[in-house]
């Protein structure tokens, strides 16, 4: 079972304006998407948030704009950018999540968070809750920091700077809010996460680097093509925001 979003995720897509989904690749069997910032997957499966929900799905969007009816193979949160597979038929849609549930794709995130990382690289290795009974479940999201800035300026603690990290990161599960849920419980909050994140560090990115909204995107995305039966691996354009973000932690990536 899917956790209906979050309220903040519902006034997220409401309040932000944002660019459409691209289509990044398709053939008769798949197709790949890049899904923007504030943009659901999928209607909600309870009716009281989709009443809340104003703004178009993908799944719709496809077949709004392109009359094209397909199955996602699985979902990103509503604030979170990046790569989406969609099935075009049963047959590929079925091997595509059996691929997922199998934990046989290599989904690959970038991640910014406050603080840095001790280690630099590891594994939080922390059970979670499931969404629909509270049953703890093993949890893996691997981790491995990219660069690290330490900003002149005092954020909610006595320090008189603030440090930075930005991540890639890999979970091995996918359960829901995973990689925002580890990061917040190892205290190191994704920016710009409204449930699991921390509202000083979050305001402070938005008031004086003029940056908004959750720092997470899925970059890369790999898994065997469920006719081709090859590899295949996409990665994600870069969005506006990651754009501002790069000269603040000096990548030029």
């Known amino acids: 079972?899917?956790?209906?979003?979050?309220?903040?995720?519902?006034?997220?897509?409401?309040?932000?304006?944002?660019?459409?989904?691209?289509?990044?690749?398709?053939?008769?069997?798949?197709?790949?998407?890049?899904?923007?910032?504030?943009?659901?997957?999928?209607?909600?499966?309870?009716?009281?948030?989709?009443?809340?929900?104003?703004?178009?799905?993908?799944?719709?969007?496809?077949?709004?704009?392109?009359?094209?009816k397909a199955f996602p193979a699985h979902r990103l949160d509503a604030a979170t950018n990046g790569i989406l597979v969609f099935g075009k038929t049963k047959v590929a849609t079925a091997h595509?999540?059996?691929?997922?549930?199998?934990?046989?794709?290599?989904?690959?995130?970038?991640?910014?968070?406050?603080?840095?990382?001790?280690?630099?690289?590891?594994?939080?290795?922390?059970?979670?809750?499931?969404?629909?009974?509270?049953?703890?479940?093993?949890?893996?999201?691997?981790?491995?920091?990219?660069?690290?800035?330490?900003?002149?300026?005092?954020v909610k603690s006595n320090f008189q700077t603030t440090r930075y990290a930005w991540l890639e990161v890999k979970p091995k599960t996918g359960r829901w809010h995973q990689i925002r849920r580890h990061m917040n419980r190892?205290?190191?909050?994704?920016?710009?996460?409204?449930?699991?994140?921390?509202?000083?560090?979050?305001?402070?990115?938005?008031?004086h680097l003029k940056i908004d909204g959750l720092c997470l995107s899925a970059v890369r995305l790999g898994f065997i093509h469920p006719v081709r039966n090859e590899k295949v691996e996409f990665q994600s354009p870069v969005s506006e925001k990651w754009q501002q973000l790069r000269p603040h932690f000096n990548l030029d990536f």
């Open 1 to 68: 079972m899917t956790a209906p979003p979050a309220k903040s995720e519902i006034e997220s897509a409401d309040n932000l304006v944002t660019e459409p989904p691209v289509i990044h690749y398709q053939d008769d069997d798949i197709l790949v998407l890049y899904k923007p910032p504030t943009w659901f997957v999928h209607p909600p499966e309870n009716p009281r948030f989709r009443r809340g929900l104003k703004r178009r799905t993908c799944v719709q969007w496809l077949m709004d704009q392109h009359q094209i």
């Open 96 to 154: 595509l999540n059996l691929q997922f549930k199998s934990h046989a794709v290599n989904k690959v995130y970038h991640a910014i968070v406050r603080g840095w990382m001790k280690p630099k690289d590891g594994v939080i290795d922390l059970d979670l809750e499931l969404d629909s009974t509270g049953e703890l479940v093993a949890c893996e999201t691997s981790y491995k920091t990219l660069a690290e800035i330490e900003l002149p300026f005092q």
């Open 186 to 207: 190892v205290a190191h909050p994704i920016i710009g996460d409204r449930e699991h994140g921390d509202s000083h560090h979050n305001r402070f990115f938005r008031d």
